[in-house]
């Protein structure tokens, strides 16, 4: 009896300790507290990002852009979602991309292969470099972007970009700067 009595109060216990192994404080950063409440992002223009599309480990995810894009206004890109979060993806203006960046990279560079750029410049960090390939024309990018600087009171950084096509290969130095938030705009 008393061999039963030893079992049960162990068996008690022991689904006691279970219960609060499982389940944390409610304080603690568990359970998507951390991502209800911080965003994981912070990009160069101070905005949060709900999703770096891969870009943070060294990728971007031109799928998930192009599923996020709803909409091209004039040369910048962007998005016609149900959620606010995923309004606005990171973008390049992209009526000075062929005379900057190169007639042959400036040529292929549709939107996605843009809004990589742009979020890849928003919140890359400097000196990693990130890669995509747009499968629809065969050109495989990879940028590179650097520290930040101000540039009268804008938020700029200098990148290279490159460009491979098969036995083509483009690579060019630039600078963009931000003309809003999430937004960067080529200018040498």
Not at 42 to 58: I, P
Request: proline letters at 3%; hydrophobic letters at 40%.
């Amino acid at each position: 009896m008393r061999m039963t009595a030893v079992f049960i109060l162990l068996l008690i216990m022991g689904a006691w300790c279970a219960d609060a192994v499982a389940q944390p404080p409610a304080h603690a950063p568990a359970h998507g507290w951390r991502k209800k409440h911080d965003p994981y992002y912070v990009g160069y223009s101070g905005r949060h990002w709900e999703h770096d599309y891969g870009v943070r480990s060294g990728s971007c995810n031109r799928e998930a852009v192009a599923t996020v894009l709803g909409g091209v206004v004039g040369a910048v890109v962007g998005s016609r979602t149900s959620t606010d979060e995923n309004r606005t993806v990171a973008t390049i203006t992209g009526a000075v991309v062929g005379a900057v960046i190169g007639k042959w990279i400036g040529r292929e560079l549709d939107e996605a292969d843009r809004a990589c750029v742009g979020h890849s410049l928003e919140i890359g960090a400097a000196g990693q470099p990130i890669t995509w390939a747009n499968e629809t024309t065969g050109v495989r990018y990879e940028i590179v972007p650097a520290d930040s600087r101000k540039d009268s009171g804008e938020a700029c950084r200098e990148f290279t970009l490159s460009a491979v096509a098969g036995e083509e290969k483009s690579s060019q130095r630039g600078i963009a700067c931000q003309s809003r938030a999430g937004v960067w705009e080529i200018v040498d």
